[in-house]
């Protein structure tokens, strides 16, 4: 593929598809200089964009309108060329005259013609390009002699990521047998390429064990809950996503990490790009031992006197990336060594668009997510969450999750469980969840930070402050109260739940799932399963009596013990049942959590 090629054949609406988003840029970039030197004035006055995935959501989703415009099939007098990837091959509804693409597997490249000529009678050009040039070819056949020669051939044979090398050759050869993609011709194509691939695609789905496709690695996740394994369990890529930052701007990325706009992109091209640069063939010289590249970001878990639960705690902290042998799936990168801009988007090559840092989301500044906590009580807060489970999850059609509960109750051997009784363990989840928010150590300082904040304010048993996070005066107020020595709270409640469980239920999974959903509905990374030493007075406890009595409950719970494990909190590690239930009582609660946090009013009126 070349810019002669296409400036020759241009008439109104040229595509190129490329199989890569560098050749796209290369490309684009290629044309953009012939503007300057060429005589052909409707080329030189061609609209040129560039699309792929490694642009902002922002920038992406105004090309993608601007395309609608220009190649959509009521546009008129267009005189544009457009240079995608295969985001364009579904999805988006829009045509051209002409076409000029990279070979593909034949599933992929009927997609791209598609957007070729798409209407009755109507006739289009499509150009189809080999990914190695003649003598790449030839080289690519002969025994290699030497290392160099080996890794002369990888990078030949890399030109055809990320698809299969054989399938592209395939389909490249098929389609020399036809001069028009008409009729019946695109099915006898996927017949001959496909038929074999598609038979060994469905046999290697169906190997897993237990005959599922990525059941291990789900199992895997349900297990040990490490965010990266979650992206491997739904496609078998890995992608990072990628947020470009100055060093000046890391506090504000500690504060609010997930305010800034990401782009996703493949983990192994980012890791060759990041290790270009540190061998010295990036645009500009870095020394790893006085320059930063990029950062991890890192929860804090337990740093010093911090404790994850509490919303009023700094939750990260960032950390110089010092190898490549992990890569997190969210990497700040230095905005120096790194380039973006909207005509070609996320590179390593160019500096014209070097130190662009990632715009902040508009989304979170206008809906925002970083308000300060309302306060409510320790009842408040606990009736929320039971409104927000009637509304949301049971609602006018209070049907809508029998299907889930009678699945369930066959999946864990307890068939006898009915409607009504799934809902009554979602409530005691829901009550006890916050249990070990009444331990005197750490309602004290939240009384106290919240007396300080407000001298008028009634002592009362406490869900959450009015803390905001972006006040230096609640920050300092917060420190003299000692918010952030409170223990971690959702232990205590999930021991207060096995209590009742083994009392009312004899299943080891429903002990163990549902006290899994409260110890970690605040965190799936919770590596040790105990609670802290907890006492609870008897005032406190009055606010939970009064909370049980709402729903008829006569449960005597434990008020106060020193620190230990949660028994049956694991079960066999081969038994996958406990998973399952925890995967749905969890969900359930931190849904309820979440909403009845941010506006417990909606859900819970006490007049």
């Not at 004290?444 to 972006?470: C, I, R, T």
Request: glycine share 4%.
């Amino acid at each position: 593929m070349n810019p002669e090629n296409v400036i020759e054949n241009h008439k109104d609406k040229t595509i190129i598809i490329c199989n890569r988003v560098e050749n796209a840029q290369k490309i684009y970039y290629e044309l953009i200089d012939q503007k300057e030197i060429t005589d052909n004035l409707k080329f030189k006055n061609a609209e040129i964009i560039c699309l792929h995935s490694r642009f902002f959501d922002s920038d992406r989703k105004a090309k993608e309108n601007k395309l609608k415009t220009l190649f959509g099939k009521n546009a008129t007098d267009t005189n544009a060329i457009l240079i995608a990837t295969q985001v364009i091959e579904a999805g988006m509804d829009i045509l051209c005259s002409v076409m000029h693409t990279e070979i593909s597997p034949i599933s992929s490249f009927l997609q791209r013609v598609g957007r070729n000529a798409r209407f009755v009678d109507e006739i289009g050009k499509v150009f189809i390009y080999s990914l190695l040039e003649v003598e790449e070819k030839e080289r690519i056949k002969l025994e290699p002699e030497s290392k160099e020669d080996k890794t002369e051939i990888t990078k030949l044979n890399n030109k055809y990521l990320p698809y299969d090398k054989d399938l592209c050759e395939k389909t490249f050869s098929e389609l020399k047998k036809y001069q028009t993609l008409d009729g019946n011709i695109p099915k006898k194509l996927i017949e001959v390429i496909l038929g074999e691939t598609e038979k060994d695609l469905i046999k290697n789905m169906s190997a897993g064990q237990g005959g599922g496709f990525n059941q291990d690695k789900i199992k895997q996740s349900w297990k040990d809950c490490k965010k990266n394994n979650y992206r491997h369990t739904i496609r078998d890529i890995q992608s990072v996503e990628v947020i470009l930052i100055h060093e000046n701007q890391k506090n504000e990325v500690v504060k609010y990490p997930f305010r800034f706009q990401s782009i996703g992109m493949y983990k192994w091209s980012l890791v060759s790009w990041l290790n270009k640069i540190m061998k010295g063939e990036g645009v500009r010289n870095y020394d790893i031992e006085s320059n930063t590249l990029a950062w991890t970001l890192e929860e804090n878990t337990f740093l010093g006197e911090m404790n994850f639960e509490n919303d009023e705690d700094v939750k990260f902290t960032l950390q110089k990336l010092t190898t490549l042998d992990k890569i997190p799936n969210r990497l700040f990168v230095n905005a120096y060594y790194l380039g973006y801009d909207e005509g070609i988007g996320l590179n390593w090559q160019y500096e014209s668009t070097f130190d662009n840092s990632s715009p902040r989301s508009v989304y979170k500044e206008k809906k925002d997510d970083f308000k300060p906590l309302e306060k409510d009580t320790f009842y408040q807060h606990n009736m929320g969450l039971i409104g927000a489970f009637e509304q949301e999850f049971l609602g006018d059609k209070r049907n809508k999750l029998d299907f889930v509960f009678k699945q369930l109750a066959d999946y864990i051997d307890m068939s006898e469980l009915e409607k009504d009784n799934f809902i009554e363990l979602i409530k005691w989840m829901i009550v006890l969840h916050d249990y070990g928010k009444l331990n005197e150590k750490w309602q004290v300082p939240m009384q106290k930070y919240q007396a300080l904040k407000d001298p008028n304010w009634k002592l009362e048993v406490l869900g959450h402050s009015d803390f905001d996070s972006k006040d230096e005066n609640d920050l300092a107020l917060a420190k003299q109260a000692g918010l952030n020595q409170r223990p971690p709270h959702a232990g205590v409640g999930a021991y207060a739940i096995q209590e009742v469980l083994d009392e009312y239920y004899d299943n080891a999974y429903l002990k163990s799932g549902i006290s899994m959903a409260i110890a970690k509905h605040h965190s799936p990374d919770l590596s040790k399963a105990e609670y802290p030493t907890f006492k609870i007075s008897e005032s406190n406890y009055n606010v939970i009596r009064k909370l049980l009595a709402q729903f008829e409950l006569d449960f005597d719970l434990e008020k106060n013990d020193t620190e230990g494990r949660l028994e049956g909190f694991i079960l066999d590690d081969s038994d996958f049942k406990q998973y399952v239930i925890y995967l749905f009582f969890v969900r359930i609660l931190r849904l309820c959590d979440q909403k009845a946090t941010d506006n417990f009013k909606k859900y819970f009126n006490e007049n």
